[in-house]
């Protein structure tokens, strides 16, 4: 009988349930309720918990804070989407339960749950039932109760709990229709059992590949020539503690390690709350412990020299790089009292949002949803006092709050555009002499004025809004749910319209994405226009993918 997990078993049993996620992620997708071409839940999931599973990965024999901290600050900056961001909060209030433990047993492990559930329904403004939430809820009331009766045994334990999940997560079309209707359990919830499963799988002893999808950078840490790029290997593995003089909050840790990024690889990060633990392979050891004494005193340093050839050579251009580099960054954005942040996609929308004076596009929306750390890269390098942050979809306005709490030296809004149609009215109705917070609800208040309508495609069968639908069918999907269905993409369009009018909307406008001509644009908008003479019909090219149309009534 095992009756306690200590850091290293936990730490393998966190890489298993994340490459059992990751192994699940496309079946996970499937489970979207609408069967459209971007369900992207389980790769929300999959890459937030990867950024914490990176850092957790690099480490060698972790005691329980660093391992903590590891999950804890990964999962936050890593958090995409909804589902994303709920299981960085599950994994946040679940770690900051057990920092202090040397090894956890069954109460424990029921504390723990607990603390999660609860730092998750706060996280969210409107906790809905019938989600991931219901399931994580589920499985710390059957801890509890087995907790209280005195088990022990923590392999009965977990398959107890996964048993009494499972059952949660098979009620959940029960408490949402949609789900019933759509013939599937909550997506969210399914990834979070597969984060268990696989966890308890490697509690049993499984044989599993605990080795991780390599993440590629495209962000060039230098520009040389092809030869030497090719001869590239950081020769110098270095490590090191920082015994903190100073604060050392997430956005410290982002850009502790995009500065790392710049000067090597092999970067793991630890911050635990008074000392961060440091591994980076680079050329110059010295610059890595120079931007360390920036945040306190160093101890436990160790540096290995890796590889002795084109030393000199690499360093000086490593050098020649980031002074390029910085000089660019200083000219790149004066200063300025207001900034403004947008999520989009396509060329057409993007070249929209900078022509009313967005200053930073953050690519992504229906196919990608941006991470946390995404929105304070973007936050960082807008140069302003007060930052206005448009997600411009509904799945990303919990990773944008999330990147508001971060932000200390900046006044962060976030004004909770659910569509890009909603995010140019928003910014139209911005007025320079008001205040953050009147503009803020000046905004939030316009937005409810914009319906919005976008066509795609379905990539299952299935029955919704008690509309039959084929795969292949074109669907025009309102702000509450699918409003047309058909094997036409301009009549899905049109009817789609049809069903968003009524007699107070003056204006129409038409944003057509890369798969449409422009030919069959126009003749939809000729079409809408005879069919309300009285409204104003603007019709733009937007680019962007998977959505043939998105279309706007205000």
Request: contains cysteine; aromatic residues 6%; proline residues 3%.
């Amino acid at each position: 009988m095992t009756n306690t997990i200590d850091a290293k078993l936990l730490a393998k049993m966190f890489l298993a349930g994340a490459k059992n996620l990751e192994s699940k992620k496309e079946w996970i997708n499937d489970l979207n309720v609408f069967p459209v071409p971007d369900g992207d839940t389980g790769t929300n999931m999959t890459l937030t918990i990867m950024a914490a599973a990176k850092d957790v990965s690099g480490m060698d024999n972790p005691d329980m804070a660093f391992l903590c901290k590891a999950i804890s600050s990964g999962s936050l900056r890593g958090a995409r989407g909804n589902s994303g961001v709920i299981l960085s909060q599950l994994f946040r209030g679940f770690t900051k339960s057990i920092r202090e433990k040397d090894a956890l047993t069954v109460p424990d492990l029921a504390d723990a749950m607990e603390k999660a559930v609860e730092t998750a329904y706060k996280a969210v403004m409107k906790p809905k039932e019938g989600t991931i939430l219901t399931v994580a809820k589920g499985a710390s009331v059957r801890a509890r109760e087995l907790a209280e009766e005195g088990c022990e045994d923590l392999s009965f334990f977990l398959d107890e709990v996964i048993k009494y999940a499972d059952e949660v997560l098979e009620q959940t079309p029960e408490m949402l229709p949609v789900l019933k209707q759509a013939g599937v359990v909550d997506s969210g919830g399914q990834g979070l059992m597969q984060v268990l499963k696989g966890a308890y799988d490697c509690f049993l002893g499984k044989e599993i590949d605990l080795s991780l999808p390599e993440v590629t950078h495209v962000k060039p840490a230098m520009n040389i020539d092809a030869q030497a790029d090719a001869d590239i290997k950081f020769g110098y593995c270095t490590e090191f503690i920082i015994l903190l003089s100073k604060t050392f909050n997430i956005k410290h840790e982002i850009d502790f390690k995009e500065y790392l990024e710049s000067i090597g690889d092999s970067i793991v990060v630890v911050a635990d709350d008074d000392v961060v633990k440091v591994h980076v392979h680079t050329n110059d050891p010295g610059l890595a412990i120079q931007r360390a004494l920036k945040y306190g005193a160093l101890s436990n340093m160790k540096i290995d020299n890796m590889r002795l050839e084109h030393q000199e050579k690499l360093f000086k251009m490593e050098e020649a790089a980031k002074e390029e580099s910085a000089a660019a960054q200083d000219t790149q954005m004066p200063h300025k009292d207001t900034g403004f942040i947008a999520v989009s996609v396509g060329e057409g929308l993007s070249e929209i949002f900078k022509g009313l004076g967005v200053d930073y596009i953050i690519e992504g929306g229906q196919t990608m949803n941006p991470s946390t750390e995404d929105m304070l890269n973007a936050i960082d390098k807008v140069n302003a006092d007060t930052v206005y942050i448009l997600p411009n979809n509904k799945n990303i306005i919990l990773a944008a709050n999330q990147a508001q709490t971060l932000v200390e030296d900046k006044k962060v809004v976030v004004i909770p555009t659910k569509t890009v149609p909603q995010g140019i009215t928003a910014v139209i109705n911005y007025v320079p002499d008001l205040s953050a917070e009147e503009n803020a609800e000046t905004m939030s208040e316009e937005i409810k004025n914009v319906k919005t309508g976008q066509v795609t495609y379905a990539v299952r069968d299935t029955m919704i809004d008690d509309k039959e639908i084929k795969e292949g069918d074109y669907m025009g999907i309102g702000d509450a749910g699918i409003l047309s269905v058909g094997k036409d993409v301009s009549e899905v369009a049109y009817e789609m319209v049809a069903d968003m009018m009524d007699d107070s909307l003056e204006l129409i406008s038409i944003y057509y994405g890369e798969d449409v001509s422009e030919e069959d644009a126009e003749a939809l908008k000729d079409r809408i226009e005879g069919a309300y003479p009285s409204c104003d019909v603007e019709l733009q090219f937007g680019g962007q993918p998977i959505y043939y149309y998105i279309i706007s009534a205000e």
